[in-house]
């Protein structure tokens, strides 16, 4: 491990520890797959803020998410000034490291999520277009707006996982525990 040399003797690894022992430690962390996923994401032109910090409502304690990355969907540069709307894709994400895998089942049916994708700071469902040229005023949704109204990513229909489950070890085998993904999705009727 590297060191610096006038580092203090009470910033030594103590008495029991080993390097092996703190780089075993890391490697079975998520924190250098958080690394990767992170630099992903700058290389894409994402704003990246790792340990992203929030309140937890149930809890009220501050929790962190591993990467919160976010990629405007338009060019300030070449766009007005004024720009009204600044569409963004922001995620989430959480990195797990394991030995063992995790499983996630599949839905047998296709589930209809509300409300999505999410469009938040807006006042309606729709955007209302005017123009100089008349007194006529168009409504459009804001998926037709922003030109999603068919695009493979909402409309080919994933696959959803609506339970997933860790492998651990017991009794000399190995064990998945079944978990539930809340909020528990619609199921559309076939």
Request: proline share 7%; with cysteine.
């Amino acid at each position: 491990m590297k060191h610096s040399l006038p580092n203090p003797t009470a910033n030594r690894l103590g008495a029991g520890v080993t390097e092996a022992d703190v780089l075993q430690a890391v490697t079975k962390s998520g924190y250098p797959l958080q690394t990767i996923v992170a630099d992903y994401f700058r290389n894409r032109d994402f704003r990246v803020i790792e340990e992203w910090a929030y309140i937890d409502k149930e809890t009220e304690h501050l929790r962190t998410i591993d990467v919160k990355s976010e990629k405007p969907l338009y060019d300030y540069l070449k766009e007005k000034r004024d720009l009204r709307v600044r569409p963004a894709l922001v995620l989430l994400v959480e990195c797990k490291q394991s030995q063992l895998p995790y499983i996630f089942f599949l839905s047998p049916r296709p589930i209809r999520v509300s409300r999505f994708p999410l469009f938040a700071g807006l006042r309606h469902r729709e955007i209302a277009i005017k123009t100089d040229d008349d007194r006529s005023t168009f409504n459009v949704n804001i998926l037709g707006a922003l030109g999603l109204e068919s695009h493979p990513f909402i409309f080919e229909h994933p696959e959803f996982c609506s339970s997933f489950s860790k492998c651990v070890r017991k009794g000399g085998g190995v064990r998945a525990f079944r978990q539930r993904v809340l909020p528990e999705p619609r199921i559309t009727p076939d």
